[in-house]
């Protein structure tokens, strides 16, 4: 019998491995659709800020009560992992708390510590669902959210509370076996809860006691192998992609705009052309197939990774004063518009082979209402916990509406004629705007 559970429980978590490395490939294959850019220089702000803004997550502190139970349920997702890799390695050998000897005293004080975390996650999962679903904040109703991605957040919730739950129990039960010295539940000391709640159990039967436990033990592997395989399928891929999105975040100041060489090396030989500027002749004399960006392959592939990095928050909507001002402008549903792109493209390629054209861009997804109500204040990008920047993604799309299809109000049409003639936003020549001065003489 046991030899037949070591071979289910191999064929369950290799299929899962496998099913996870071939969606985590497909993920991969998505990002790197976009424009190669580089982001390999000043590595060591880079790591900082992956400890910072990943590990320490330093934004969320702006709100100390919600960021310290996030952050309860982050160190539970990472540190109970430890005891997950007991349970896999037990699964595989056919073994039983593989770790309690070598480990001796300090296996029980490590159990005890995830005792206390899948509490912790256990109760902010909880008031988190509250949040959500009863006292309904403002980001967590917005339209944006409609269908699968207001479901998706609280399945998630509700998984992690069930694999809390399954933690504990499996742990209460194998702690009233250790009591009793039933077969191989050796005594390793009583845990911090499981402990005290194991003599609530005095009048259960031994055989129903590992019942419970190796059913537990079962569902809560189990369920932490579906975890993993959903995770491609839900926002909560930013507790993967956090780390990197952070290492690659851009470190220029967050007002600086990217300007396009082949565009610049025109106004400075246009507008300086008496000024001598030995780098114009290093930029591209030959202007870009395309300005701006219409569709995911025209984006960087950082920006793409942003995309799939997003939490669905809501923290830049709440912020965008566009938003709040009630225009339509959601940067959240920016980059989740990216993000479902992305895959409708993915799918493609898997059904063809290759990307056949579809007729379709991130227009389709992305309204030209939306994209002319960003101020470009960048309060989205200073707001999001991880360093996503919706703002890039809208200078892109607006500038290949505005470069490519000439698509702006006739106020911005205006402005950039002027600016073309006359040097400045408004309709005056340089030299009957200085007029005023000669009344000063």
Not at 87 to 107: C, E, P, Q, T, W
Not at 398 to 414: F, G, H, K, T, Y
Request: proline share 4%; aromatic share 12%; net charge neutral.
């Amino acid at each position: 019998m046991q030899a037949v559970q070591q071979i289910i429980f191999i064929i369950l978590a290799l299929s899962a491995i496998l099913l996870f490395t071939r969606n985590i490939k497909k993920i991969k294959r998505n990002i790197l659709l976009g424009r190669d850019e580089d982001y390999s220089n000043n590595s060591s702000q880079r790591w900082k800020n992956v400890l910072l803004l990943a590990f320490g997550q330093k934004k969320m502190f702006r709100n100390p009560l919600v960021a310290v139970m996030h952050f309860f349920i982050y160190a539970g997702f990472i540190i109970i992992n430890i005891e997950v890799l007991e349970i896999v390695l037990d699964g595989g050998f056919g073994k039983h708390r593989l770790f309690s000897n070598a480990l001796g005293g300090f296996y029980t004080f490590l159990i005890d510590a995830f005792e206390i975390l899948a509490v912790l996650v256990l109760t902010a999962c909880i008031i988190f669902l509250i949040r959500r679903n009863i006292l309904k904040l403002r980001r967590f109703i917005s339209h944006d959210l409609d269908g699968w991605p207001r479901s998706d957040a609280n399945y998630i919730l509700v998984t992690e509370i069930i694999l809390m739950i399954l933690f504990l129990t499996m742990n209460t039960t194998d702690r009233a076996l250790q009591i009793r010295g039933y077969e191989h539940y050796s005594d390793v000391g009583s845990f911090l809860f499981s402990g005290n709640v194991a003599s609530y159990f005095q009048n259960v039967s031994s055989a129903t006691l590992m019942g419970i436990e190796r059913t537990c033990w079962w569902f809560h592997i189990t369920g932490i192998f579906a975890f993993l395989n959903y995770l491609p399928y839900s926002k909560h891929l930013h507790i993967l992609f956090a780390f990197p999105n952070a290492y690659y975040t851009r470190l220029l100041p967050k007002g600086e705009m990217k300007n396009m060489p082949a565009v610049q090396n025109v106004v400075e030989t246009q507008y300086f052309a008496s000024v001598e500027m030995q780098h114009v002749a290093s930029l591209p004399e030959s202007p870009p197939e395309k300005f701006g960006a219409k569709d995911v392959f025209d984006l960087s592939w950082r920006n793409l990774l942003d995309a799939y990095s997003c939490t669905e928050c809501g923290r830049c909507t709440a912020a965008c004063p566009a938003n709040i001002t009630g225009k339509l402008l959601s940067p959240r549903k920016i980059m989740m518009d990216t993000r479902d792109r992305m895959e409708e493209v993915g799918k493609n390629i898997d059904k063809n082979g290759e990307f056949k054209e579809d007729g379709k861009s991130l227009f389709n997804y992305i309204s030209v209402e939306e994209l002319r109500a960003c101020t470009t204040c960048n309060a989205c990008v200073e707001e999001c916990p991880v360093s996503i920047s919706p703002l890039e993604i809208i200078l892109e799309l607006r500038r290949s509406l505005i470069m490519e299809d000439s698509n702006a109000p006739q106020e911005w049409n205006s402005m950039f004629s002027n600016t073309e003639n006359n040097f400045a936003p408004w309709k005056f020549s340089p030299d009957e705007r200085d007029k005023w001065t000669e009344q000063m003489k």
